[in-house]
């Protein structure tokens, strides 16, 4: 797939960005914007190297993009859901002014996780997005339960977050990972582990990769932001807010809904709600509940069976 051709800083983000490419310069299709998750790099993208979502893409014969969002516990800024939305439209803006004249260049785009809901939120408001896959991503983490719904007691803190005067605190999960990186995907796996990864779908040492270097912070206002999703009125974002739930029905551009059926984090129930409710998206679901054949949260990049079940149908739906 090549390595990082160029690397570009997205000056005045409210959370640091930079984008890096991989693939070929130019090509006959538009370039491809790939955006993580929550307390995720973009190496899950390329852990893998030709069998990666990015490998996948640029044999394709497309430029690919990826979104690197510098979350910090210590931020002077708040690193809310906002935040992100507004850094990723940034990172849109530099790619659209580095297009040559008269080409057609609206991009595709990719979004896992929380990138999904970045992505759908931004194409909602209509930023320049020529088709948008999102995988294990939802509007309602109360469908089906989730991992998630253990914050609907204290979702409430939300409210309180808003009126701090400080953007600071979180989790640091990026000490965490340098920290126990080792023990994962061993014959004990760690709680982390049994929540994003199916048995056997990811290996071991795949594992342990992504944990040492994808790894980010989680800002406390990003998670407060988060806990719309297990609230009646759903992730919001912007002034004035706006419920993603309801701004989805705007979305005018094709959209391709990939869920994972062993996902603990972002339920195939909750999933299947989404595509049902973004207007005429197509929902693609993956995984058996078999050792090496179910995909969870993080499988659906990093796992074994994820260049035939997931990026290829992805790549279909890009071309």
């Not at 307390?39 to 993208?45: K, Q, T």
């Not at 993009?65 to 850094?87: I, K, M």
């Not at 339960?145 to 605190?169: D, F, I, V």
């Amino acid at each position: 797939m090549g390595g990082a051709g160029v690397t570009l800083r997205v000056h005045g983000a409210p959370v640091p960005t930079t984008l890096r490419r991989y693939g070929p310069a130019n090509g006959p299709l538009p370039p491809v914007l790939l955006v993580p998750g929550l307390s995720a790099g973009p190496f899950g993208f390329t852990v893998g190297g030709e069998r990666s979502l990015v490998g996948a893409l640029a044999a394709a014969g497309r430029s690919v993009w990826t979104v690197d969002l510098g979350y910090s516990v210590n931020s002077p800024t708040r690193q809310d859901f906002s935040a992100v939305v507004e850094s990723v439209r940034r990172a849109i803006d530099v790619l659209d002014r580095r297009a040559e004249a008269g080409n057609d260049w609206a991009p595709d785009a990719v979004g896992h996780s929380l990138g999904g809901h970045v992505m759908l939120a931004l194409t909602a408001v209509g930023a320049p997005i020529r088709r948008l896959a999102t995988i294990a991503t939802a509007l309602d983490y109360r469908k089906g339960g989730s991992a998630w719904t253990a914050l609907s007691a204290p979702a409430r803190l939300g409210k309180l977050e808003a009126r701090r005067r400080s953007a600071r605190g979180g989790i640091p999960v990026e000490l965490l990972s340098t920290l126990t990186w080792p023990l994962f995907g061993r014959a004990v796996p760690m709680p982390f582990q049994e929540n994003n990864f199916h048995r056997g779908a990811t290996d071991g040492p795949r594992i342990r990769e992504v944990v040492a270097r994808s790894m980010r912070d989680i800002p406390l206002p990003l998670l407060a932001s988060l806990a719309g999703l297990v609230l009646p009125e759903g992730l919001t974002w912007g002034d004035p807010k706006r419920s993603l739930t309801d701004a989805v029905a705007d979305i005018e551009v094709p959209v391709l809904v990939v869920g994972g059926r062993q996902d603990r984090q972002c339920p195939v129930e909750a999933v299947r709600h989404a595509a049902a409710t973004i207007p005429g998206a197509r929902l693609l679901e993956v995984g058996e509940d078999r050792t090496g054949l179910g995909f969870g949260h993080y499988d659906v990049v990093t796992g074994t069976r994820a260049p035939e079940q997931v990026f290829g149908p992805v790549v279909d739906f890009l071309s």
